[in-house]
């Protein structure tokens, strides 16, 4: 078979044989694959000039829609990807983490898109800013897709969530993506691919995919494209000294190398649950896909008093492990990946022999295989290194044996496990197994600083832990130094990856008219009639009530306490409230006066208003006495429809005035507003 690209809606074929592509089990040819001559230039301005405009015409929640529905699509043809996935040398298991780990991906983000962004097309990041005396000069940072490609360079373990997992937040933001997997596996990444473009979900331009080389690709780079790597830390210093990425300022993350650990803290007694629990966990990540996973346990940290019962329980379990052909159910681990990945496992095992002892397996030979011939699989068993002198090594340190290898690094006490943990010179993950609350967290700040993600496993919440190894799409994914210095995932945050900031100073009509959400100082917009009688789609954004006033007694305030059971000495007690140098006397509860406010501006009979579902922001700014007066504004400060639901939600933008015109009260009011007019009856 031979793979394709596909480039400019079209799927191409480069010249020549290209590379040979074997299952790593049995060793046959499955795919040749190859991109030389392939127009490089003419992909990226299709993503640009095609892609992009049709991304961008959408809204975020336009773009959610798409990936839930991808997720669907992908998910109703999953099998057909299980059964390619087992030539890559991944179990059921592992493809599981791989093919359904990608697709959940896209259904997190699709979720995070509706509920955290506006159905709306500029992302408003954080509040207004005051720059002026009389509020006319202020101003806002807003979020827009960059308007070039996302080019997402990706690893071979990970053939189908490593692309997913990036492709989520980029098509979010409104950026399409240039998808280059590693070669070696990409095949099932072509499946996936020819799967994505056949259901013709995603608009023309939004995904491309190139199969081999990148060629001349980065030659053609712009201020406006992102490069997001996951590889090699060499390769990764070799993208980022492109002169363009340089010249031109390309925004670049990557996710490399990394020595990950996994610490059983001090606390932990030999027959404790944490001590059942870490080991369960390394060998799990010394197996899962062979080894082949950047967040794997690549140092097991334990106090040299236990580190003989805890090698010796890691060699027990890791004797239980059937290593063989990934298709038998009853082998819990296949190959790695090529007979090259192997070969690279055992060039890295021989460095790290120099200052570790292997304590289980055989430093060379493949070890028993179940249904599969070791001459021609690119099979690599488990294999258990001790390191007796951790602090003067440094291969163990430096050398990532990508592939079924740990090291059982001994510690004298936490401070030492904390500087052996922060040797790694920047890691993805750690893990802390610890039953002491006060120990762990000492830890975790001890190597916070070293890591992009620390789990801390005990026995409260070990069965629900998604475990060491398991980036999820609500946090971020990546680590400082030698793990890449970048970010990936982390909810939101990936999203404004593919954004530009942009500070935006002006009037706050110009802030009203550039972010669809009303700024305070705008103009206030006549309704005509109550605004909660109107439609969703007939309000608009200013939209404004001044209700009348009320004055607050003191009787109103002995019946809230009563009510509410709130009788707070502020509210009740006269010579304790005068001690208060804030209030000075009795004050109105400020629940009461959301409530009272509440009353102010509600409109009772049945209308469009649907739910009032909550308040946000809400501060109390000045203290009402009894017989001051109060009003309120209310205006239409934002709105988002929920596309199919029948209704949009809508903030308002609340204040509570007293007598004087001094705010007392600032805060949002959430309600969801039918589509429909309702009639008066």
Sequence with gaps: ????????GKWVSGTGAGQALRDATTGEVIAHAGAAGLDMRAALQHARAVGGPALRGLTFHERAGLLKSLAKYLGERKESFYTLSFATGATRKDSWIDIDGGIATLFVYASKGTRELPNARV??????????????FVGQHICVPLEGAAVHINAFNFPVWGMLEKLAPALLAGMPAIVKPATQTSYLTVA?????????????????????SVGDLFDHLTCQDVVSFTGSAGTALKLRQHPVVLAQSVRFTAETDSLNSSILAPDVAASSPEFDLFVKEVVREMTAKAGQKCTAIRRALVPAARAAAVTEALRAALARVVVGDPRLDQVAMGPVASLDQRREVLRQLALLQREAQVVFGEADQPGALTGADPQRGAFVTPRLLYCSEPARAQAIHSVEAFGPVCTVVPYADADEAIALARMGGGSL???IFSADDAEAARLVRGIAAFHGRIVVINSADAKESTGHGSPLPHLVHGGPGRAGGGEELGGIRGV????????????????????GRWVKGSRELDPGVHPFRKSFGALCIGDTFHSGEREVTLADIERFAALSGDHFYAHMDEAAAARNPLFGGRVAHGYFLVSAAAGLFVDPPYGPVLANYGIDSLRFTKPVKPGDRIRVRLTCKEKSLRVGMGYGEVRWDTAITNQDGEAVANYDVLTMVSEKTIPDS
């Design 1 to 8: 078979m031979q793979l394709h690209s596909y480039l400019g």
């Design 123 to 136: 992302y408003v990041d954080g509040g207004v800013e005051a720059l002026s005396k009389n509020g006319s």
């Design 192 to 212: 996936v691919v020819r799967s994505i473009v056949g259901s013709g979900l995603l608009p023309e331009g939004a995904l491309q995919l190139i199969v081999g």
């Design 429 to 431: 993950a750690a893990s």
């Design 496 to 515: 404004l990856h593919y954004m530009q900031r942009t500070a935006v100073q002006a009037t706050p009509d110009v802030l009203t008219a550039v972010t």
